[in-house]
């Protein structure tokens, strides 16, 4: 069954360090993938996806992802991280290969903390 | 604008009571879920339809009911609202076209079970 992984539950980063949050991923082929992000009291808004080709995608709010087959891998990047980016960051992907459906599975978050 | 509208955002509800929390899409998506969040864990699908008046159960079904009478409108049921029910609840939509789709979510409602 395809699964997700996010080894970190909670990162702490300082105002204008860098940010990489990890993503492992258990699929059968080469998936689509998510990245989620969860600001304080909201709903999920999508960061970024990834369609197979191109390994690194840029998103929003100047975060990227590299994807990497033989890692098994889609890690979440940021250069310089701003106190707006403290948020529980979900990576997901396709519950089913194949068919119709947006249904994801998704890890269980990572909570980024921003101190000045 | 596409959104998905979710009703109440919040709602203390009694042991054994009926709760039901409605969404509503304005996206034409013909996909609409309904997930729980726990606190400190992802989500998880507790059910979903690809068309109006059928339902599919998720991975989390049992002591949840739900309704699609148009395409535009979702309801999750607790029938009998327990305790461990206790959570925040997501629906989202997403338009056809398998796993690229990243389906949209709407802020949740956060329920409480006493």
């Not at chain 1, 082929?29 to 709903?43: D, E």
């Amino acid at each position: 069954a395809q699964s997700v992984t996010q080894p970190d539950a909670r990162v702490t980063v300082s105002e204008g360090a860098s940010l990489q949050l990890r993503c492992k991923y258990s699929y059968f082929g080469t998936p689509y993938l998510f990245w989620y992000v969860q600001y304080p009291r909201q709903g999920l808004q999508l960061l970024l996806k990834y369609y197979p080709g191109d390994p690194v995608v840029q998103g929003v709010n100047g975060f990227e992802a590299e994807f990497s087959k033989s890692n098994s891998s889609f890690h979440l990047r940021k250069a310089s991280v701003h106190w707006s980016d403290w948020a529980v960051y979900f990576c997901a992907v396709p519950t089913n290969t194949g068919g119709l459906s947006g249904k994801l599975t998704f890890g269980e978050g990572t909570q980024v903390t921003v101190i000045s | 604008e596409a959104a998905v509208t979710q009703s109440p955002r919040s709602k203390v509800a009694v042991t054994g009571g009926k709760v039901t929390l409605s969404c509503h899409q304005t996206n034409n998506h013909d996909y609409m879920y309904w997930y729980r969040q726990d606190t400190g864990h992802g989500l998880r699908l507790i059910h979903y339809s690809y068309v109006a008046d059928s339902t599919e159960k998720g991975d989390i079904p049992d002591g949840y009911k739900a309704s699609r009478p148009s395409q535009e409108n979702f309801s999750l049921i607790l029938e009998l609202a327990s305790l461990s029910q206790t959570a925040v609840y997501f629906c989202a939509s997403s338009g056809q076209g398998g796993g690229n789709q990243a389906p949209l979510f709407g802020e949740g409602t956060r329920l409480s079970v006493l």
